[in-house]
């Protein structure tokens, strides 16, 4: 039985025994600064205006961001591409 068991251990099926590594990387992350001009704590966002004619909103991946912003702050901000959505990954007060 011994023999049986030792002769088991020492087949092995193709391709088994190896070790695949896949890379993953991450969305790249983009630092913008604009001021906040609005935040809807209902719908996860905050709208940021980032230039004289162009105001975005952009998706919250942290709820806690929603107290620390008000309408009117300088902020620079970390977004990143989360299920197609621009998603503020990242915020501070300028």
Not at 54 to 65: I, R
Not at 76 to 82: C, K, P
């Amino acid at each position: 039985m011994r023999d049986a068991v030792g002769a088991a251990r020492r087949r092995q099926e193709p391709g088994l025994g190896r070790c695949v590594v896949a890379t993953v990387r991450p969305p790249p992350i983009e630092k913008l600064h604009g001021i906040v001009e609005s935040v809807d704590e209902g719908n996860d966002t905050i709208r940021i205006r980032l230039s004289p004619d162009k105001t975005e909103p952009f998706q919250v991946q942290d709820g806690l961001l929603f107290n620390a912003v008000r309408f009117g702050d300088l902020v620079e901000i970390s977004v990143q591409d989360i299920s197609g959505a621009p998603t503020i990954v990242g915020l501070s007060k300028e």
